[in-house]
């Protein structure tokens, strides 16, 4: 009798397949020889499993000149044109759709202004409207689609992809996956916004070989994805990270988080708070670029006009932003201590005005955090900047396919 019955070895060979393209992921270009080196297979298995791959057109094969011999060597990497991948990013206040290549190079893109408070179905129709052009502009350049992976604020169940509670949105029980797959007949993953975008982060940015990070998520709230131990940490029942709502002070003078309660991380540092520390300056009268920009543009006091003013060397813009940067910094400096990470990536829309907010971060977690655990940390701006969860619902797809190569025909 066989020591395996042919479901191991199908199941052996799957997870052989996937050892060999995640480790290209991360790591190529690469020949086959250094490849069969760094996973500890023999050479006859690797070469049966690239030429697998290669037929899934998951990877293809480079020439690239060696340097010492001149001689042309063959290369393996990532095959970009491996197919097209649809990622859907439900804001507070607008809504995102990308296809990008398996390389997680953008193709296409459309971000619109959405009121999701409105109403639900308004707005996922707006989306999927986004999604069919998606799906005709990827017919002109992709071969075929692997799937739409959808990035939501809020609680997500996993395995149902629906939308548990979304306090910014005011949705609820919301199924996610249903509407997208049905929609469009492909698979269909859901994330959390801050927990895709560390997984993007982690496939694609500046964490490509963190094994410890967190994903600070800034925007309308503040979201994380804690990434411990080199997966994703999710809590007993997959909501963990919601680092926003970890309180500060809770003072009843003060206006309540969306959540409902007071004193929240969040409401120190998310973009509403830049706005009202901005008005309440210009209520005094400061001299200001920005009312003379509201004026010119026609439009109210926003954070686009806030971040603008700061890059036009607007003093007030800039004093906020360096106040709402510590505030983000108190609780950065909380997460290291508590976390010991190598890294905490801050992205998403708040990262726009990330060159005047992350110098204030950086110096408040050297005088808060404890000198030994902040030192080890850097902290830096997402690789993706405000698009953080955009190609985090990519790359949600990507590491599906990754780990299940043979479902790719
Ligand atoms: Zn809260």
Known sequence: MLPYSTGDQTLVREINLSTVLRYLHANAPMSRAQLANAIGLNKSTVSSLVEELIERSLIHEIGITNAGTGR??????????????????????????????????????????????????????????????????????????LGVGVATPGTVNLDEGVLIFAP???????????????HTGLPVLVDNDANAAAVGEHLFGVARQAQNFVFVFAGVGIGGGLFLNGELYRGKSGFAGEIGHSVFMAETFQ???????????????????????VRARLEVRRSSLIPQMMAESNSPLSFAIITKAADAGDKEARDVLA???????????NLINILNPEMVVIGGPLSTAGKHILPAIVDCVAKRSLPEIGQ????????????????????????????????VN
């Open 72 to 145: 042309p060597a063959t290369f393996l990497d990532i095959d970009p044109g491996a197919g097209g991948i649809i990622g859907v990013e439900l804001g507070v206040d607008f809504v995102s759709v990308i296809l990008t290549d398996f390389c997680g190079k953008t193709l296409w893109q459309r971000l619109q202004d959405a009121d999701p408070t409105e109403g639900q179905e308004a707005t996922i129709t707006q989306t999927l409207h986004l999604v069919d052009e998606a799906i005709t502009v990827s017919r002109e350049k992709t071969t075929r689609l």
């Open 168 to 182: 910014n949105l005011h949705w609820r029980n919301v199924p996610l996956r249903k509407i997208y797959s049905q």
């Open 255 to 277: 206006p309540p988080c969306h959540c409902g309660n007071r004193g929240c991380w969040e409401t120190y540092a998310n973009q509403y708070s830049i706005v009202e520390r």
């Open 323 to 333: 106040e709402a940067g510590a505030a983000m910094g108190m609780g950065v400096a």
């Open 376 to 407: 080890q940390s850097q902290v830096m701006l997402s690789a993706s900047g405000a698009n953080a969860s955009l190609i985090g619902a990519v790359s949600l797809v990507v590491k599906a396919t990754l780990s299940r190569p043979s479902s």
